[in-house]
């Protein structure tokens, strides 16, 4: 696992004048066009496919040259504030963290993260998972929920019971709400990866060999079936097609669209378009609890805000560490605004109901007892603005009491996170945290970012 737990430096970029566009007569336009017509002619080399290929894994989020951030020998005698992004796969954090770097806040680079989990870990965080998000916005200085609940759907897919998919109009609305980027921005990263592949991370791999057995349907097992290892590219062309879909006409088109209605007809009556659009999220005040002149955030009912609550309070869960993601998965991220975000996402069980939807590639969760059970911790001033913990976990439906205990050891006690998530061997659940105990403003050299030593994701600082 690779962590990042030291402090940031980056570059600003340089506002450059436009430069004039010279008049081009109409024979040298025409003799332009033709010498391009030629060299698309020419095809490709696989000097070319394997530069792109090359490209793609550099730069999962696919930005332009400029949004990529400074070199190194560029940045180094730079500084700036504090970025970083942690969760439950390694891909998924570093699209977060380019999408930090490419000038976006803490609520862009959660939502980035939501969309390319979906790809990169559809069995604990695919687009038909339930799950709760908190914002803190540092401009308003308060926080705002976006809970959406597991939903049973009117029917069932090969006898097997799943949820209707309503986390893309929550994840929509906080975008609306609190994201500064382009939409589209946010979403481009996934569909990249979907179509172009991604290989195989040790999370989605370790889930594959606990649980691929058990994918009953024919479309989860084409997709997911030769895939196992760690490594091996995994393409979703009809999970790109609907990411591609979502980029261009909005998140709406998933749950009062064609996507909707494609859905609709490909699961019969198992899942109409009248139950998606009834599927509405929970979007309000979170239930907080005050902490000196700090403010505990956690997930209103129906999530499961009560059990981080119980974790704040200093009981540790119980339960072995996980082995898989037990269809659990959590991503947070900290902007130099002091901005913060995080989510925890839930399939009810290591993917869900086993079955994806034919022609729109995403996998469905199931209407598990546990599924409803998440819920990130975000502790910050309503006075300033200041975070100084943001967290979310996975792995076991205790996740939740397990970022509450972690958040309680490192800002109550006073313990250094690294050293805290060390010494609890992820029991009860893995936790991804960002803390800065004196405020990002006030001291930006005390904060870390870490990813629990015993799961599979991968915490990054933006530089």
Known sequence: MRLNTGGTVSGQA?????????RTSPVRHALALAGLFLLAARGRSETDRETEQADRAANPAGLSLGGRGLSRV???????????????????AEVGRDVLLAGGNAADAAVAMY???AVTLPSAASLGASGACIVHNDKTKAAEAFVFPPIAAPGTVA????????GVRAITLMHVRHGSLRWEATV???ERLARFGVPVSRALSRDLQSAGGTLGDREARRIFGGATAEGTTLTQPELAGTLGAIRQRGGMDFFQGQIARTMSEQLGGALTVEALRAAVPQAGAPTAEGYGRRRVYVAPAPAGGASALAGWKGQAPSGPTPADSGGFAGLVAVDGNAGAAACALSMGQTFGARAVVPGVGVLLGAPSPQAGSVSPVIIANASNGEFSFVGAGGGAATAAQATGYVAYATIERDQPLASVLASRGGQGGWVNAIACPSGLRGSGSSCRGA???AGAGLALVAR
């Open 115 to 117: 969309f390319a989990m």
């Open 188 to 190: 481009a990263p996934a």
């Open 451 to 453: 990813m629990d030593p």
């Open 159 to 166: 006898g097997q019971p799943f949820t209707v998919p309503s």
């Open 74 to 92: 560029v940045a180094d005698g730079v500084s700036s504030p504090f970025s970083a992004v942690a969760a439950d796969e390694s891909r998924a």
């Open 14 to 22: 340089m506002n450059a004048k436009r430069p004039r566009q010279s």
